[in-house]
């Protein structure tokens, strides 16, 4: 697989607290030249961002981040707030919280709601892999199908650890076939992306692509 054909899978990611506009900016250009999948932003950006650039670029943005602890009505209002500013897909921290008490039903309805309140939009669902058992990832693997989210995702990239190739072979084996998966936290090589992709994954969440492919060192998530 070639850089580009790399690139298209990956959301260009900017999420720290501190991102400036010239920052989202810098984001938003490499990501037309190189034509990734998405920017992934914070919130406040959605509506500059597609007020700025209109078609040429698809705006990714999380909800519930990056702790998932938020009730479920504020998850709702932030998914209609991001459509309404022009997001087109949403990556949504389950309530960790829930899972780690074994309410695996309410995460499936939570995750289900908001689904809903996608409509026709993409949602992706962050399990934060790193904080979580085996037997959890599995439950959550079946939430996430049960509900009709089109994506599982490993990390927020926040968490103690990010992806890694034992949940993504994982994830495989207990997704249903419309749950495809996408992985995020500590994406740092080329090979990291190779690998990922390789493994099945459509969608690569980092900040570094751009610059690991056009052979610069990088920092970031």
């Not at 037309?32 to 998405?38: D, H, K």
């Not at 992706?124 to 990832?137: G, Q």
């Not at 968490?159 to 072979?169: F, L, M, R, W």
């Not at 995020?184 to 751009?210: K, Q």
């Amino acid at each position: 697989m070639n850089a580009k054909e790399m690139l298209q899978k990956v959301d260009h990611t900017q999420l720290k607290a501190f991102a400036t506009w010239e920052d989202i900016q810098v984001l938003c250009e490499e990501a037309i030249a190189y034509q990734t999948a998405s920017v992934c932003v914070p919130p406040c950006y959605i509506k500059r961002i597609h007020d700025t650039y209109g078609e040429k670029i698809n705006i990714c943005t999380v909800v519930g981040f990056p702790l998932g602890y938020s009730v479920t009505e504020a998850k709702v209002a932030e998914v209609e707030q991001a459509l309404k500013d022009g997001c087109n897909e949403i990556d949504m921290v389950v309530n960790i919280s829930d899972v780690k008490n074994g309410l695996f039903d309410k995460v499936e309805e939570e995750i289900r709601t908001l689904k809903a309140a996608c409509g026709e939009h993409i949602l992706k669902v962050i399990i934060e892999t790193c904080y979580l058992t085996e037997a959890e990832k599995i439950a959550l693997c079946k939430a996430v199908t049960n509900a009709g989210a089109d994506y599982i995702k490993t990390s927020t990239g926040f968490g103690t650890d990010g992806a890694t190739k034992a949940d993504i072979e994982l994830f495989k084996k207990h997704i249903g076939p419309d749950v495809k998966m996408k992985a995020a936290g500590g994406v740092s090589t080329v090979e990291d992306l190779e690998m990922f992709i390789n493994l099945g994954c459509d969608r690569i969440g980092t900040s570094r692509a751009v610059g690991l492919l056009k052979g610069e060192e990088t920092q970031g998530y």
